[in-house]
């Protein structure tokens, strides 16, 4: 039940200057990254800023994603929730929308017991048919899903397929892939772990590097998977400068710059995310150039 290998861009989400959805602007988002060759996208998730999103325009924002893509490369939906119940209810209307899969976080806040985060995520894969990403990201959620956990909800729950892993705990990791033994999808979640994931038997990479440089982050995992591995490692390290300018703010405000500076109108972030500073503004600009976006 693999969705995808490969590329999958955490696509961001524009706003016009009354703070609504900027659809066209969406819609460009998407021809780019289809015209560059990534191999799925994941709407509403961090980069898309889920979590200032109301429901319904979570929900419109999905449901337009699909038409949009009309089913020339994967959709993944991002339907995670701190509350059990809500993202079950965001799950099935993004069955009904027609995505091939949905990436569901760990409970943030909450900080959900061992016990807990199997029961949420094993409740939450029951009440759909399509396959189930789990999304580990403890720096953003305070909550850390342990390799066991993972690989009990993917043994016991036939759609629960793989994991974004951004951790950055590349020992957790690795324990996670060995004890999968070849039957979970592993996903980097961190654009600069992508060739040392792929090298641990991972498929991929959900990325924000690729919102700006989509070809350059599909060739990493293609050169890989075609066995040129100094030719990815080589364009993995390339691509280091751009990453830490990337995140030098939380995401998803530098890649949003990054958008901007590549024409494409963003808007402002929604509050309490604010606009890039200068000086961040500058050493993105810079490193977009060293690396021959702009």
């Known amino acids: 039940m693999s969705i995808f290998k490969g590329v999958a861009t955490a696509i961001a989400t524009p706003f016009s200057a009354d703070g609504k959805i900027n659809y066209k602007v969406f819609d460009q988002l998407i021809e780019f990254q289809i015209e560059n060759g990534v191999d799925a996208i994941v709407v509403a998730g961090t980069s898309g800023e889920a979590s200032t999103l109301t429901h319904g325009e979570h929900l ?3 449901r337009h994603c699909v038409q949009i893509v009309d089913g020339r490369i994967p959709v ?4 995670g929730s701190n509350s059990t119940e809500t993202a079950v209810m965001l799950s099935l209307e993004a069955q009904k929308a027609g995505v091939d899969g949905v990436l569901v976080v ?5 900080k959900a017991t061992q016990k807990g985060l199997y029961e949420h995520f094993k409740i939450i894969a029951e009440s759909i048919q399509i396959p189930v990403l789990l999304y580990n990201v403890p720096g953003r959620t305070g909550c850390n899903i342990q390799p066991e956990t993972v690989v009990r909800l993917c043994h016991d729950v036939k759609n629960i397929v793989g994991i974004k892993e951004a951790s950055g705990n590349i020992s957790q990791i690795a324990k996670l892939i060995s004890l999968a033994e070849g039957k979970i999808d592993v996903y980097s979640g961190n654009d600069d772990q992508i060739v040392p994931i792929l ?3 991972g498929s991929g990479v959900i990325s924000v590097l690729s919102n700006i440089a989509p070809r350059q982050t599909r060739d990493i995992c293609r050169f890989y998977f075609n066995g040129k591995t100094a030719e990815s490692a080589k364009l993995q390290i390339k691509s280091i400068e751009l990453i830490n300018a990337l995140f030098c703010e939380v995401n998803p405000i530098p890649v949003r710059s990054g958008l901007d500076f590549m024409g494409y109108e963003m808007g402002k972030p929604r509050m309490p995310l604010t606009e890039m500073e200068e000086e961040n503004q500058k050493l993105l600009k810079q490193a977009m150039k060293n690396y021959g976006i702009l």
Not at 106 to 110: D, E, K, V
């Open 60 to 62: 419109h924002l999905i």
């Open 76 to 79: 993944i939906a991002g339907t």
């Open 106 to 110: 760990s409970p943030y806040y909450n």
């Open 199 to 201: 090298s641990l038997g």
